[in-house]
């Protein structure tokens, strides 16, 4: 069957408006949108007719009278007029069978996007279309009705020419992968709503003092709610590396919330020195993204001075925060003043250094953390270990090993669950009184 017999087919039956006739044939002809394939064909069906009437024909008549109804032609229905015919008004349409004339509305829901668009710092978008249930299942069932096999479907349609629209306004790209921001537009309801990706930016942080969480750490009692206990602040501690960093990341993007995600976390106690630890910072919905890292990077180096330091500030993705949680295995290199209850001599340490390094410690879970994580036996590497004495008692450990081995723990020996450990070597009680993570070694 001819393009012009099966739209005819379909006029016959259901009003339809050109984009909706042209779309079903959007894959024939390229350059052109459906629209004016829509129109094109009512056009070459209605001088068909016309030829038709002009030789007396009924039939040519008939289908002057279908394409002046349900296919909305004024030529037709001009031709009508002229051959002084009635169109018959109980068959006017109101309306587009398959998209009620919702593409009539394109021009204002893009007006709405490019308007909600204003308020936001972006690069590239994505149009995502909501349409009714209903509307996807006439849609479907009237493809199959007419076995249509070159066709798109609305949805395909509305998000394109919104796309291109948008793209030509202001000059953005459609990104189909990572978009930053989401158009999400329903024709039937008029609505248009953004869903504003986060913003990631990456760097290194130094914690400079001890008793600081990475992250915020929720009241044990109220468990974020606010108590008696956590003076009402719903947290364990007033401040976290996290808050330290994301405080002035908020205030640079207009941002909701940030949360940071980082090569592993040192504890509340030990400090973070060296080159730092590698992270990312997630603000949520930025409105502005086009920072200043080195701006950001002094401010809260000003805002968070003598507690927390970052360096290297750069635009991320999302992939990096997988690729942070993945980097358990990285080498770590530490430093951790150590407590003995009996005296140590220089030979002593030489013995440590002898027998930790290269040592394969096996590690049962520390009792500390027992309560959060399964009860497993993990084997991890040392590379090499140094140690310095301080006083009769007292020493310090260099140690570079892989990550995840529990410091203080291959210190204790954590009642026999961490071996060897120094205070087993040595068989005098160590216990750790001061750590630092020196370096985070990440293989790129
Ligand atoms: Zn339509
Ligand atoms: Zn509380």
């Known amino acids: 069957m001819s393009i012009l017999e099966i739209s005819f087919r379909m006029l016959e039956q259901h009003p339809l408006c050109d984009h909706c006739l042209g779309r079903q044939f959007a894959l024939l002809g390229h350059g052109i949108e459906n629209d004016e394939r829509g129109k094109a064909i009512k056009l070459a069906s209605t001088l068909a007719a016309h030829q038709l009437a002009l030789s007396k024909s009924n039939e040519g008549i008939r289908i002057l009278k279908i394409l002046a109804t349900n296919g909305f032609s004024k030529t037709a229905k001009s031709i009508l007029q002229k051959m002084k015919k009635r169109i018959p008004r109980k068959n006017l349409p109101n309306a587009c069978f398959l998209c009620k004339n919702k593409f009539e509305g394109i021009t204002d829901l893009i007006e709405k996007a490019l308007q ?50 948008i793209a030509e306004r202001n000059g953005k790209t459609a990104d189909y992968q990572k978009p930053e921001i989401v158009v ?95 992270f990312v910072i997630e603000a949520a919905k930025p409105q502005k993204r086009f920072l200043d890292l080195k701006k950001l990077e002094d401010a809260i180096n000003t805002y968070a001075k003598g507690k927390v330091e970052v360096s290297n500030l750069q635009f991320a993705d999302k992939s990096i925060v997988r690729k942070l949680k993945n980097s358990e295995r990285a080498r770590k290199e530490y430093h951790v003043f150590i407590e003995f209850e009996n005296k140590i001599s220089t030979r002593d340490l030489r013995t440590l250094e002898e027998k930790l390094t290269n040592a394969l410690v096996k590690q049962k879970t520390p009792v500390r953390v027992l309560h959060r994580r399964a009860d497993l036996t993990r084997e991890k590497y040392i590379y090499t270990v140094k140690l310095k004495k301080l006083s009769l008692k007292k020493a310090e450990m260099k140690i570079l090993c892989q990550g995840g081995l ?39």
């Open 116 to 165: 909600k668009l204003e308020g936001y710092e972006f690069n590239s978008f994505l149009v995502g279309i909501e349409l009714p249930v209903l509307v996807e299942e006439r849609e479907y069932e009237f493809k199959a009705d007419f076995n249509v096999s070159y066709g798109e479907n609305m949805r395909n349609e509305f998000g394109r020419i919104i796309g291109k629209k």
């Open 184 to 278: 999400l537009a329903n024709p039937f309801s008029g609505e248009i709503s953004l869903q504003v990706n986060p913003l990631y930016v990456s760097g290194y942080y130094k914690k400079l003092v001890r008793g600081i969480p990475q992250s915020k750490w929720f009241c044990s009692n109220c468990r974020g709610k606010g108590c008696e206990k956590c003076n009402w602040t719903g947290k364990m501690y007033p401040e976290s590396v996290e808050e330290l960093i994301a405080k002035q990341l908020l205030d640079f993007t207009g941002g909701v919330k940030a949360s940071l995600h980082a090569s592993g976390r040192e504890d509340i106690d030990a400090r973070m020195l060296g080159k730092g630890r590698p």
């Open 406 to 444: 529990y410091v203080k723990e291959l210190v204790t020996g954590d009642e026999g669950r961490t071996t060897p450990s120094v205070s087993e070597i040595l068989k005098n009680k160590a216990k750790p009184i001061k750590l630092d993570v020196l370096n985070i070694i990440m293989e790129d």
